[in-house]
């Protein structure tokens, strides 16, 4: 009976010995685990903030540079904010009058838009509703490999191709002309409003689709009369976006579209845009203690300023119009 017991308790005793081994081990699982989640964590903080950090940066010296800019004895707020005359290389007739440079800038961004937009929703239309899956998984890629041909590429094209077919269509047309700008600046913002377009369109449930075909309808009849406005938000914002990209756009209007600011509707001039202009002062050929010089910071706080307004915009336009589904 006594070797009874003790062989008893010696196995009670090997089993609490390893249920405490197995709950040590499982705390220090556990600890391991809480201190790798711990660090997850803390790395993700650290990028919000030093994201955070950058753009605040960024509009501090923009800010501040801006306010440097009104504070020299020629730059008034008045001239920069009411007039068209953007001459600030011209001495003592020196003018900053920023609608000049806005107007250029809207000008292309027009054209492009007049070619981007309706391309990229008619493409997103079919690639969503009509297209194979085998096609849209091989046109979807090729259409965005456009967004990966660098800018100076497509300034170059413009310079290059687009300009003298312009010019043998009509004479009145600049070796630097605004048309040339837009036409090669469409195809940069189209693989985006294609893209966005298309997945606003594609996230539209399925049942709204056969609901319609189901009453009757074709598929034209669904896709005009309830597939787009059930993504009309994500639409939207996708043309908003394009629309600050192009704005923001750089080296294709720096090559294509001139250095001559002017406030002028017709695409065979010359113009110079908001970012052109700024190419132009970046280049060392202007002292960085002149008003020219801090005229860069004034017009790129004022290019952040149209951004910003048109990001905010696509967040109104998104929350207003947005649908949702069960």
């Known amino acids: 009976m006594s070797r009874a017991v003790a062989e008893s ?4 005793n090997n089993l609490d010995a390893r249920v405490n081994a197995l709950l040590s081990r499982s705390r220090r699982n556990l600890g391991s685990t809480r201190l790798r989640e711990l660090f997850i964590y803390a790395a993700l903080i650290a990028c919000g903030l030093f994201s955070l950090l950058i753009t605040v940066s960024i509009i501090g010296v923009l800010l501040t540079e801006t306010l440097r800019f009104f504070q020299f ?33 809207l000008l292309v961004t027009g054209i492009a ?102 009453l009757g309808g074709t598929r034209f009849d669904a896709t005009i009369k309830v597939i787009l406005p059930a993504a009309l938000s994500g639409i939207i914002s996708a043309f908003l976006l394009a629309v600050a990209r192009a704005i923001g756009e750089t080296m294709i209007v720096a090559l294509a579209a001139g250095s001559r600011p002017q406030a002028t509707l017709d695409p065979r001039d010359e113009i110079q845009t908001m970012t052109g202009f700024m190419v132009q002062m970046a280049g060392g050929d202007v002292s960085n203690f002149g008003t020219e010089y801090f005229s860069m910071y004034a017009v790129a706080f004022t290019l952040f300023l149209i951004t910003l307004s048109l990001t905010m915009l696509g967040n109104l336009v998104r929350r207003r119009f947005r649908e949702t589904y069960e």
């Not at 308790?9 to 009670?12: G, N, R, Y």
């Not at 090729?142 to 009509?170: K, R, S």
């Open 9 to 12: 308790d010696a196995s009670s």
């Open 73 to 105: 004895d020629e730059v008034t707020v008045g001239n920069f904010l009411g007039s068209a005359q953007w001459t600030p290389l011209l001495g003592a007739t020196k003018s900053f009058g920023i609608w000049g440079l806005i107007s250029g800038t």
């Open 113 to 214: 838009m007049a070619l981007a937009l309706p391309l990229g929703l008619i493409t997103a239309i079919y690639l969503s509703e009509y297209a194979p899956r085998k096609v849209r998984d091989v046109l979807k890629p090729v259409l965005e490999i456009l967004a990966g041909i660098p800018t100076v590429v497509y300034g170059f094209f413009a310079l290059m191709t687009i300009t003298p077919f312009l010019q043998w269509l009509h004479e009145g047309f600049n070796v630097y002309n605004a048309m040339s700008a837009g036409i090669a600046r469409g195809p940069r913002c189209f693989p985006q409003v294609c893209s966005l377009a298309e997945d606003a369109l594609h996230s539209v449930p399925k049942a709204l689709r056969d609901g319609a075909l189901g």
